[in-house]
């Protein structure tokens, strides 16, 4: 095999394994550990190697496994799991391995996929220097999209948008509060678009990015009644970006 397939082919059988509850936990916890002792989520994450991406999506998707398995029965102990929590959102707010075709899969849609996992955790968050961690998911959106320099193509929208999904659904973050880490990403991306000269397009693309997921969110947030007033302000954002967008005067039924 090539190192590529040899990595996918370990992956595999590792997510296997501990689907299948053939691995104990003592190991489990040592694999954990080795992840984030070795760095493994944020391997050569400055990179621009395929082979080094391929690597840490392959890591995320043994951590998601981890994750989901210690929810439904609990056995990292509170110093590992909360590591791995600075890991996996560290590594979000660091991955810039981004593809521009449809369908493959990037280092940042595997990043926020697992962060979103991690959102789903009952534990979370559990930081054990709170100060020194990014807990603000807004911030770690904010840094995702300042890497971009071009169109999402593979998950990277779902992915995003599951973040904030996830927030309203574990209710983990009342309304208003929700409705303020959107307010922040959307007025920060305005902010660079107005800033930036008229031959800069990436800011716009940046926005454009962000416009992809609120539309996503504006469809999903409409099943939690508790949330109305948020699905309200993001409707209004995308009512308004696609009548700027037609360059439509007056009001538009969407």
Do not use: C
């Not at 890991?87 to 280092?107: H, K, L, M, P, R």
């Not at 940046?206 to 999903?220: C, F, G, P, T």
């Amino acid at each position: 095999m090539t190192a590529n397939d040899r990595t996918l082919h370990s992956v595999t059988v590792l997510n296997r394994a501990i689907h299948l509850g053939t691995i104990t936990n003592a190991q489990l916890v040592t694999i954990a550990q080795r992840i984030i002792n070795d760095q493994l989520l944020h391997y050569h994450i400055q990179g621009e190697r395929i082979a080094d991406g391929i690597v840490r999506m392959s890591v995320g998707r043994v951590v998601r496994h981890l994750l989901m398995r210690d929810d439904q029965q609990p056995f990292l102990p509170a110093p590992v799991r909360t590591a791995l929590f600075n890991e996996i959102t560290d590594a979000a707010i660091q991955e810039t391995n981004v593809v521009y075709f449809q369908g493959d899969v990037s280092g940042v849609a595997a990043a926020l996929n697992t962060y979103g996992v991690m959102l789903y955790h009952p534990d979370y968050p559990a930081f054990a220097n709170a100060a020194d961690v990014t807990q603000n998911e807004s911030a770690v959106v904010l840094q995702v999209l300042a890497h971009i320099e071009g169109a999402f193509n593979s998950g990277e929208i779902d992915a995003m948008a599951n973040i904030f999904y996830a927030l309203a659904e574990t209710g983990q973050m009342a309304p208003p509060n929700l409705t303020t880490h959107l307010k922040l990403v959307s007025s920060a991306l305005e902010l660079n678009v107005k800033r930036a000269p008229a031959d800069d397009l990436l800011p716009r693309i940046r926005q454009r990015m962000w416009e992809n997921v609120l539309a996503l969110l504006d469809i999903a947030l409409r099943d939690f009644r508790a949330y109305r007033s948020t699905q309200q302000y993001v409707h209004g954002l995308v009512k308004q970006r696609l009548a700027n967008t037609l360059a439509i005067d007056g009001d538009i039924k969407i």
